[in-house]
């Protein structure tokens, strides 16, 4: 599709031996980025350090197999607004697109000798925390879910003029809000669709996505749901001071157990 960009960058621990196969994270980018700031240092680039703290690179530095797909999203740009603006009569949405790429580049990382396709998972920041709660499901196989900077009560997100939150009724983006979702899908009911898979919240309490009264009321729903599941280790969430960025401490621990894969006694 013209717009559409297919690319990313696969980092692959150092210490793979011949023949191994290891466990692979899919780590999304968010709004106006692109996959070197979830990589390069705060000396190099500024959203690395500050954003995502550089995660897919602590990732791999962990063991994991990690791809970080590109996805067209920059907020301030007219050729993402045409690809919205051509989706839409045809009762489709950016995420689509996104998920229609994505699909392939999966598809093409689980096929690698290196990679064991049975453990797979998926870790978005801010608009990569909306894809996280999306294309997942669209694609399917993964065995966790992290949504990082993004999970809340999204018809009050929608809706909301309190100051202390970036509302999206004043937001430049036109497609954060999406056509007859409120009345069908919350963030929780997203989440439910990636049920019993694991599934895990990270928020920041100073994070303008959302108070965090917010997500843990959204949350709560998610980890009823688990527990009539008969799974509720399997729903997770992790509050921590700061604001719009990627902890990782919590998450990494959580990859790590569902994905069966031993944490180091030392990481960078």
Known sequence: TPGVEDWGLLLVPADLRPGERRPAIVCMHGASSDPADLIETEAVDRRAGTIYR?????LAARGFVVFAPAMPNNTGGEPFRRLQRKASPLGLSIFSL??????????WLRALP?????????????YGGMAALRVPVM???????????????AVRKMTSIDGRTSSVVFNVVPEMIEWNLAPRFGHAEMAALVAPRAFMVEHGTT??????????AEFARVRGLYARLGVPERAAIHTFEGGHTVMGTEAFAFLHRELAWPAPASAP
């Open 98 to 107: 996104v998920a229609a790429s994505q699909g392939r580049a999966v598809a």
């Open 207 to 216: 994070d303008r996505v959302a108070p965090v009264e917010w997500v843990a």
């Open 114 to 126: 290196f990679v064991d396709s049975a453990r797979t998972a998926y870790y978005g920041m801010s």
């Open 54 to 58: 550089s995660y897919a690179a602590r």
């Open 139 to 153: 694609i399917g196989g993964f065995t966790a879910v992290v949504c990082s900077g993004h999970f809340t009560d």
